[in-house]
């Protein structure tokens, strides 16, 4: 009874200190209406979307454009599912999203970007803004113009200032850090040639591995993103002269010939891939991998063995990205999926560290030039500074978490919960759980 009651008040007590303290904020949201007569839209034809909270000071002409995740859609059928959700028009998005982690506007929390002009892009056309096909099917009303809406956004933007940036990024979180690869180049042609341009993928790096029933899942489903979205003629030619154009969506297969600097941040084992290319439903009919995909602490040995091999799958297509000081890569040996746009993952003074160093820091050492960073983690469980998900046994069964960077092969949730408004509601039940056991006690 009395332990009950001393977690009800410690419950109480935390959930007002996270509404009080300041490590996240909210932006609103800003339409690219004059992207809809350039033909560049979202899924359902509506305009693109992003939040941008405006540079100030030093950091005025610096520009942080960071595309948001979630899944790709590779068919009519799926696209139809999305089409009408936040992760397919602009209709159906929250009008502000949180600020944290990399677009934080708070020295102490974002050391290096903090002032700078941060945008984060909404993501809407299912493909990683990368599609462009010219017919739309009035029965379906689909759009695929992820390229012409990304070329929009960024031209809306240089309008908005960005045509005098000193410095820039283009960077993004899992889809969204996949279209901060595929797009590298781009963006440094259409940013000022004097600007310092240079890009960052944060769970972006999705590699081609089979499942574990040895079926290539992954290559076929991106195949099928590619052909359904018209991609091909948007992804890099050095690639598609040479592999057929469904390959070309790998990081792996064009991360060689990118021109600009760029840095990877990826989890080894990162719990997208880990859900959705080594076990994904269809190739565990059982749901032997269930309970470990939700918690890496519940996998059998069996299977930590399955995924210390595919780390040394993920190292292997890290090959290709080679030595240079211009390519920074933070891996940690965590079982975590983007960890730039969460404070706790950014910089903390319990973050994930390698050799020391946060993120957050080895981030701005390499933008700025202040040190190179290449750092690979030891295999799990060797890293005690990771922040391990641990997902909702009653999430949707192929793990679809609520959350606003959690992406899904097929099914969107449209659901949009802020991690703070999360929080709460979690310790809210928790709270209501406990007086009401507490309660049955008395009675
Ligand atoms: C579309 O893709 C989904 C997911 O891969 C698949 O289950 C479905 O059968 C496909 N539908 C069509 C019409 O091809």
Redesign the pocket.
């Known amino acids: 009874m009395a332990d009950a009651r001393f977690r009800t008040w410690l419950c109480v007590i935390l959930s007002i200190q996270i509404l009080l303290k300041s490590d996240a904020f909210n932006v609103g949201i800003t339409y690219v209406q004059n992207a809809v007569a350039k033909g560049g839209v979202c899924l359902d034809g509506s305009p693109p979307a992003y939040h941008f909270d405006k540079g100030f000071g030093a950091g005025a002409n610096n520009w942080l454009v960071h595309f948001e995740g979630g899944g790709w859609c590779?068919?009519?059928?799926?696209c139809l599912d999305r089409r009408d959700t936040r992760l397919g028009s602009s209709k159906h998005m929250v009008k502000e999203v949180v600020f944290s982690g990399l677009l934080h506007n708070k020295q102490k929390f974002n050391p290096d970007f903090y002032n700078w002009n941060r945008i984060k892009v909404r993501y809407c056309d299912g493909a990683s803004f990368t599609g462009d096909v010219e017919a739309v099917d009035p029965a379906t009303n689909l759009h695929f113009r992820g390229a012409r809406a990304f070329v929009a956004i960024i031209e809306d933007l240089l309008s908005k200032g960005m045509s005098k940036a000193q410095n820039a990024i283009l960077s993004g979180c899992s889809a969204g850090g996949l279209t901060s690869i595929l797009h590298c180049d781009r963006f440094r042609a259409l940013v000022p040639a004097s600007a310092k341009v240079k890009c960052l993928a944060d769970a972006g790096y999705f590699i081609n591995a089979k499942d574990v029933a040895g079926t290539p899942h992954i290559e076929t489903?991106y195949s099928?993103v590619v052909a359904t979205h018209g991609s091909a003629k948007n992804l890099p030619t050095s690639c598609t002269s040479k592999l057929r154009p469904g390959l070309c969506f790998f990081p792996q297969n064009v991360a060689q010939q990118i021109q600009t600097p760029f840095f990877l941040i990826n989890a080894a084992y990162d719990s997208w891939q880990i859900k959705n290319i080594l076990a994904p439903g269809v190739a565990d009919p059982h749901g032997t991998w269930h309970s470990c995909k939700l918690d890496i602490n519940k996998c059998s040995p069996n299977q930590l063995e399955i995924m210390q091999d595919f780390r040394l799958q993920f190292l292997s297509a890290l090959n290709g990205v080679g030595k240079s000081p211009s390519r920074g890569m933070f891996i940690d040996s965590c079982y975590a999926h983007c960890q730039s746009e969460m404070q706790e993952t950014w910089l903390r003074n319990d973050s994930p560290a390698l050799a020391k160093t946060s993120i957050a820091k080895a981030v701005g050492d390499w933008y700025y030039d202040r040190s190179p960073f290449q750092k690979i983690d030891c295999a799990y469980p060797c890293n005690p500074t990771c922040h391990n998900r641990i997902f909702d046994p009653n999430g949707h069964p192929e793990n679809i978490a609520p959350q606003s960077h959690e992406p899904s092969?097929?099914s969107p949730n449209p659901a949009y919960k802020s991690p703070k408004m999360r929080l709460l509601i979690r310790s809210v039940t928790f709270l209501i759980f406990n007086i009401y056991s507490g309660m049955n006690r008395l009675l």
């Open positions: 590779n068919n009519v059928t799926t489903f099928e092969l097929s």
